[in-house]
């Protein structure tokens, strides 16, 4: 498969796309995306210089996350397939969401409760979060399980240790 079209050229000469010779899949700035490199030759046969093009572009492609992962997963099915040494790599994907149990919980001075947290997909290499309390002077926890410390509210977070920009949050009323 091919993809052709005919474009203008800034020399003047229309050119058709006949293939894509290059495909970068990159990961720029956080941004989810891939470049093709589309060369053109000329469509008259004799101006046409051995393997040397005539015309190219390079054309980034925003793709979404779902788009991205579909993209990944192709070409590390291509790469397992072709590549002897990474016939038996196994597929580790990233953590892409934290979500708790519970949203809110209110607990008595010296009480305590229990969040627990669900790292997706549960095929990422590492599922364990890191815990945190806004104020420890309000409600504490470890390991999920927080403590009422003085009247207030507090928001504790569960951060991915797998993907640290990947975290949730409970907001804690002590009463």
């Known amino acids: 498969m091919a993809l052709k079209k005919t474009v203008s050229t800034n020399f003047g000469i229309n050119a058709e796309y006949e293939d894509v010779y290059k495909l970068e899949v990159?990961?720029?700035?956080?941004?989810?995306?891939?470049?093709?490199n589309l060369?053109?030759?000329?469509?008259?046969?004799?101006?046409?210089?051995g393997n040397s093009h005539i015309w190219g572009k390079e054309y980034p492609i925003i793709l979404t996350d779902e788009?991205?992962?579909?993209?990944?997963?192709?070409?590390?099915?291509?790469?397992?397939?072709?590549?002897?040494?990474f016939a038996d790599a196994v597929a580790v994907y990233d953590v892409?969401?934290?979500?708790?149990?519970?949203?809110?919980?209110?607990?008595?001075?010296?009480?305590t409760g229990t969040l627990t947290a669900t790292c997706t997909p549960d095929t990422a290499?590492?599922?364990?979060?890191?815990?945190?309390?806004s104020d420890e002077s309000i409600a504490t926890v470890a390991d999920g399980v927080v403590t009422g410390v003085a009247a207030g509210a507090a928001v504790i977070t569960a951060v991915s240790n797998d993907e640290p920009d990947v975290s949730t949050t409970c907001t804690v009323a002590v009463e």
């Open 26 to 36: 990159r990961n720029c700035n956080g941004t989810k995306t891939f470049a093709v």
């Open 39 to 49: 060369h053109g030759w000329q469509t008259k046969a004799l101006c046409r210089a």
């Open 67 to 85: 788009e991205n992962s579909e993209l990944y997963e192709l070409v590390y099915k291509f790469i397992k397939a072709h590549v002897p040494e």
């Open 96 to 111: 892409t969401s934290v979500i708790l149990d519970k949203t809110e919980l209110s607990l008595a001075v010296g009480a």
């Open 125 to 133: 290499e590492d599922l364990t979060v890191t815990w945190t309390s």
